[in-house]
């Protein structure tokens, strides 16, 4: 059995892509921050389905924690499955702040770097070593990151993002001479938990975000899922150093 990581899976886009890889037969560590009760709600899911899933806690702002999560990953890893190696890791966690640019500070701009973009690249180093030959690896990015997605608010946001994008090519680069696939999917307005629930605050956006979105809907969690378990599967094979923006169309 292929096991993967999904980082910040107790809610959204997380929770779908871990349900998702389940689906396919994959055994499944997921990782939350503070939602253990959505968490627990991922793990119940999958093993509903017939999976097998383990929750660990993790917050991706604090690579300092990274070691001692590795040493979790490896108990879960000989004790649920018998294995010392994983297959599949999907850096997802994040965090959104919006401000305008003349409104941004350096606080924010370290909060939304440590979580965004150091996370993800000190997690992926501290998880290579077991991280198995033949793998894939799929970042969580933005189209904020791209002309598509360019809305005035999100200057450090889509900067961060758009780091992980081009990290994602580096490490398609460097991971290529062990067969390990890195490939990044760029969701646009999606009906997550991000932002303080920010669609279901204010509703009256959505009507607006649809009609901009050329399939004339806001994106949905398990559109960006399936993109995720895609790429990670056998589908997928052939593909990697390739950012896929999952929007619907968004600004087309």
């Known amino acids: 059995m292929r096991i ?3 980082t910040g899976a107790s809610s959204g886009i997380g ?3 871990a349900i998702q890889i389940a689906k396919r037969g994959t055994g499944v560590i997921l990782t939350y921050r503070d939602n253990h009760a959505g968490a627990s709600d991922t793990v119940a899911t999958i093993e509903k389905n017939g999976g097998t899933a383990v929750a660990l806690r993790l917050d991706i ?3 300092e924690t990274f070691p001692a999560f590795r040493d979790s990953v490896v108990a879960v890893l000989r004790d649920t499955w018998q294995r010392d190696t994983f297959d599949h890791l999907v850096n997802n966690a994040g965090s959104s702040r919006m401000a305008l640019f003349e409104h941004t500070t350096e606080e924010m ?3 939304l770097m440590r979580v965004l973009l150091k996370g993800p690249y000190f997690l992926t180093q501290t998880l290579r070593p077991l991280l198995a030959d033949g793998g894939a690896i799929v970042n ?3 189209n904020a990151a791209s002309v598509s997605g360019l809305e005035p608010g999100y200057s450090a946001y889509g900067t961060m993002k758009g780091g992980l994008v081009v990290l994602t090519r ?3 680069k460097e991971f290529s001479r062990r067969g390990i696939r890195v490939n990044s999917v760029s969701p646009g307005s999606t009906r997550t938990r991000i932002a303080d629930n920010a669609f279901e605050r204010h509703p009256e956006v959505v009507p607006g975000l649809a ?3 050329a399939l004339g809907r806001l994106g949905e969690p398990d559109d960006i899922g399936v993109a995720i378990a895609a790429l990670l599967g056998e589908d997928g094979s052939w593909i990697t150093a390739q950012n896929i923006e999952v929007s619907g169309g968004y600004n087309l």
């Open 4 to 6: 993967a990581i999904v």
């Open 15 to 17: 929770q779908s892509a």
């Open 61 to 63: 702002g604090r690579s």
């Open 109 to 111: 701009f370290d909060a």
């Open 140 to 142: 969580v990015t933005s």
């Open 170 to 172: 580096y490490l398609a």
């Open 211 to 213: 009609a901009r979105t």
